[in-house]
């Protein structure tokens, strides 16, 4: 079904989109939930979230693509899982990881307030992610955003482990430039 005929449904307020929705989407945002949570229980209790949290912003929301709306919203809700997870002392997946390996490059939450408008500092992710090489870009998105470990990046690209490192690393050092290049404080 596509995606057109599913947010219909939603808007129709047919429990069909629900079964359409996780019929086409349910392993993406799985997949989304697993890389942040690593429980499966927690992660499909989050993907039923997920379809519960569409339900309820269609209408009036009118997502342009669906794919991005439900894995945002399943990210979102995967990642204050992870942080109550954490608060209870029960932390895992590759949170701590992934945010240890961007903080010399991202403002910290203490250099937020010196950024005048939060949009010039997503302008500027937007603008550097669009001006890398697709495979780079790829590899970033699937570390950063979908919280993917090395392993399984350097498998799906067919590239060693350590070659996988060296490209985030550049890109990371890359976005450091721009962003400071850019006047946004780190």
């Known amino acids: 079904m596509e995606d057109e005929q599913i947010v219909d449904l939603y808007w129709e307020r047919s429990e069909a989109a629900l079964s359409e929705t996780a019929k086409k989407y349910g392993r993406y945002c799985r997949c989304i939930a697993f890389h942040i949570l690593h429980n499966s229980e927690d992660s499909d209790e989050c993907v039923n979230d997920t379809y519960l949290n569409a339900w309820n912003s269609m209408p009036p929301h009118r997502p342009a693509v669906l794919k991005a709306f439900l894995g ?90 350590s070659k996988v490192k060296m490209i985030l690393l550049r890109v990371r050092k890359d976005l450091k430039q721009r962003l400071q290049k850019e006047g946004i404080n780190i």
Not at 99 to 105: A, N, R, T
Request: hydrophobic content about 40%.
């Open 72 to 161: 945002k919203i399943t990210r979102n809700l995967s990642l204050n899982r992870y942080r109550k997870l954490t608060a209870e002392k029960r932390g895992r997946g590759q949170m701590p990881l992934v945010m240890e390996e961007l903080h010399d490059c991202l403002p910290t939450a203490d250099h937020m307030e010196n950024v005048v408008d939060d949009m010039a500092l997503v302008e500027a992710l937007n603008s550097f992610l669009g001006s890398l090489p697709m495979e780079k870009r790829k590899i970033f998105m699937r570390r950063y955003w979908y919280m993917s470990s090395i392993k399984e990046i350097a498998g799906d690209y067919r590239l060693s482990e």
